[in-house]
């Protein structure tokens, strides 16, 4: 009980505090309304452009490793493609003798693309659609999202049947007016029939094309249309994708399966580098991570500058604030009030006049997140609330502790004496 009167008899000074003097009172929040605004606007746009980078990324799955010719790392003079370009392609072989010696996988297979392809219907065409081979196990790893019509079987797969999958957009400009599945399509030359349309996706945020412009046929019969699974420094790179268990955290047990499979496959002496590279789009997440990380800092210290200054103007009111209740504290303490009931008092209005200013500022990051910013979404997340209110709080209490132990310390004669 003596705690929710502390609270509501500070709550009712702080608030008289506030109504006595508005202007003096928004003057001096303003500083951490700013700062506040300030780094929760940072920390908002920077978590909601992370967000969507990574989204835009999803068609990579998670928990997989993909055994590729050359690794996912970001260009530059420390790149080596040089000594990359020379590595073997993976193939076919590779991908057999994988899937019947790897015991750590949940799912394995194969696939190869290909862009700037030009997809025909009669005297209609698209062009410069990515055409993709998918072999078996490949829904297993990838989310394929048919709206209508199915995927391959079993059996057109392996037999590299002419079946086609197309995207939402190609399906729209070849077969505007009618329904396209089991209708026929040519791509380069050979006759492909439509089995399903994929659900439309959109542009992703970063420009990456999505499935939506994009045809999917059985790995085997992309074979028919492009060199690919011989190994061939020339051919188009077929790239063998194995999906983890859950149980392996960070696939380290599938990482490790896969790299001395593959290496012994090669013929690697234990002194000779991978020929090959395990790419995992964990990597791009954490490069992307590590990148925003530095932006963040950056918005401490922008926003660390305005807090200081609404941290002085807390610590400016608090002081008024005792100066003019001198004599309503010395009655308090003649009446019996402890020091630590004067301290909470005072402390809890510091904290309360800086959580108003916390709060206007949460609230103009709230109306940032109402204005239009093209495709990318921005979301006020409840952390960043929480953040910018524990950040409010701590400056509240931090330029109100000397104020408010001025006040608990006063001798209640000299007090009342003051006015």
């Known amino acids: ?61 998670t928990g997989t490793i993909y055994v590729m010719q050359m690794p996912w790392e970001s260009g530059g003079p ?9 590595r073997p392609k993976p193939t076919v072989a590779e991908f057999r003798f994988l899937k019947a010696t790897l015991r750590n996988k949940t799912a394995i297979s194969i696939h190869a693309a290909r862009g700037g392809v030009t997809i025909k219907r009669g005297s209609s065409s698209i062009g410069d659609i990515g055409l993709r081979g998918t072999g078996d196990g490949y829904s297993d790893i990838q989310e394929i999202n048919v709206e209508s019509g199915r995927y391959f079987t079993i059996d ?49 945020f970063i420009g990456i094309r999505s499935n939506d412009y994009s045809v999917l046929v059985p790995y085997n019969s992309f074979r028919k249309l492009y060199q690919t699974g011989t190994g061939n420094w020339r051919e188009v790179e077929s790239t063998i994708s194995i999906k983890g268990s859950e149980l392996d955290l960070g696939l380290v047990e599938l990482e490790s399966e896969v790299r001395g499979l593959m290496r012994g496959r090669r013929g690697l002496r234990p002194n000779e580098k991978d020929s090959f590279a395990l790419n995992r789009p964990e990597m791009i ?39 003019e209740r001198t004599s309503i504290i010395g009655l308090q303490k003649s009446l019996g009030a402890k020091n630590y ?14 959580l108003i200013g916390g709060l206007a500022g949460i609230f103009l990051v709230f109306l940032l997140t109402l204005a239009p910013f093209g495709s990318l979404e921005v979301a006020l997340s409840a952390k960043n609330i929480v953040l910018g209110l524990g950040v409010s709080s701590v400056i509240g209490l931090i330029a109100g502790i000397v104020p408010a132990a001025v006040a608990a310390r006063m001798d209640p004669v000299i007090a009342i004496r003051a006015n």
């Not at 006595?20 to 700062?35: A, D, M, Y």
């Not at 420390?78 to 020379?86: A, G, I, L, P």
């Not at 399906?171 to 026929?184: H, K, V």
């Not at 909470?344 to 800086?354: D, G, K, R, T």
């Open 1 to 61: 009980m003596l705690v929710l009167r502390l609270i509501a008899e500070s709550f009712a000074f702080a608030w008289k505090a506030l109504k006595s003097n508005v202007l003096r009172t928004i003057l001096s929040l303003l500083g951490v309304t700013v700062g506040i605004f300030a780094i929760i606007a940072v920390f908002t746009l920077v978590d909601s452009l992370e967000k969507n980078i990574k989204e835009s990324f999803n068609f990579l799955g």
């Open 78 to 86: 420390e790149y080596k493609w040089w000594e990359y370009f020379r």
């Open 156 to 204: 057109e797969v392996n037999n590299g049947r002419s079946v086609a999958v197309m995207g939402y957009e190609v399906a729209q400009a070849l077969f505007p007016n009618s329904s396209p599945i089991g209708l026929t399509i040519k791509i380069k030359d050979l006759s492909y029939k439509v089995v399903g349309v994929l659900k439309r996706e959109g542009q992703s």
């Open 285 to 323: 997440a954490n490069a992307i991570s590590g990148l925003f990380d530095v932006v963040g800092i950056a918005g401490w210290i922008i926003g660390g500058f305005s807090i200081l200054v609404g941290g002085f103007g807390i610590a400016n009111i608090m002081f008024v604030s005792v100066k």
């Open 341 to 354: 009931f004067i301290l909470f008092q005072f402390l809890f209005e510091a904290v309360f006049l800086s």
